[in-house]
């Protein structure tokens, strides 16, 4: 049987440079995701554009913010906005990094978790206040990491134990999948098999840069590689196609250009039985 999602097909990142671009392009884009932080407290003009968008698109959200991994209390206050934002906006899913990113202050980087078992366990505990406050499921995203401190499991022991614990989702990264494989050297494909396919929601895609030949570094500022896009059409043979959204941050091209790497999403997905 196949798994029904929130959202279908393929998506983009929203960047409020692309607003005007987006006129007379709903089907060329199944799906936007945007960063709470960078919406929740927007008014004016931005807010009125920003709600005929949900008027038109399916929407998720994915944070940058909420810390799931760190000593900081969580910010409840911040998720109750949160909730509201969803349920204002009909937001289809709520995802976040799995990292830690604030200690006395926010640290503006996304920095690994100690694979550890108390880190599954106090991560899991913070999950699951954060869906109580939201009132659904949340996704956890696999991230790019350079280090790994204190580490006691492997990284796919890590996520499964906390998408187990906290009875979550799964945001994959595909491109994040493969920078880790070249920086830690694993084999790619074996890490994506052994994700559970009962808990994913949706995917990412997106580019990196080449710092040397055994270390990538993911910064969504280039196109997407022949590798992370095979990776991606390996996880749709062995899971069904899934929701899959582009990713671009940095050293954007012209918004044609980015179209056509969400048409590549679409062609694989039809491919592959969609």
């Given amino acids: ?5 929130s959202v279908q097909g393929a998506g983009l990142g929203l960047r409020k440079s692309f607003l005007k671009q987006l006129d007379n392009i709903s089907h060329k884009i199944d799906f936007l995701e945007i960063a709470p932080e960078n919406w929740v407290e927007v008014g004016g003009r931005d807010a009125y554009i920003f709600r005929s968008l949900t008027e ?18 969580l910010d409840e206050e911040f998720l109750k906005c949160i909730k509201k934002f969803i349920d204002t906006h009909n937001i289809q899913i709520y995802s976040e990094h799995l ?16 694979f550890t078992e108390e880190a599954v366990k106090y991560v899991s505990s913070r999950i ?29 022991e890590f996520i499964k134990s906390i998408l187990e614990e906290a009875d979550c989702e799964l945001l994959v990264d595909i491109n994040n999948i493969y920078v ?38 993911d910064t969504h500022g280039a196109d997407v590689i022949d590798p992370v896009w095979s990776l991606l059409e390996k996880a749709y043979q062995y899971f069904g196609v899934f929701p899959t959204l582009l990713e671009r941050d940095f050293n954007i091209p012209k918004f044609e250009k980015l179209l056509k790497e ?10 592959n039985g969609w």
């Fill in 1 to 5: 049987m196949s798994k029904s999602y």
């Fill in 56 to 73: 038109q698109f399916p929407f998720v959200c994915h944070g940058l913010s909420l810390n799931l991994g760190g000593m900081a209390p």
């Fill in 99 to 114: 990292s830690y990113c604030a200690d006395e202050g926010y640290l503006y980087d996304l920095l690994p978790i100690p």
């Fill in 128 to 156: 699951k206040r954060a869906q109580e406050i939201i009132g659904k499921r949340i996704a956890i995203e696999n991230v790019s990491y350079y280090a790994a401190p204190g580490q006691e499991l492997k990284e796919i």
């Fill in 180 to 217: 880790n494989s070249i920086n830690h050297n694993y084999e790619a494909e074996s890490f994506l098999k052994a994700l559970p396919k009962e808990r994913i929601a949706y995917s990412h895609i997106a580019g990196h840069y080449n710092e040397d030949i055994d270390l990538l570094v």
């Fill in 262 to 271: 969400v048409e590549m999403i679409k062609s694989k997905q039809i491919l």
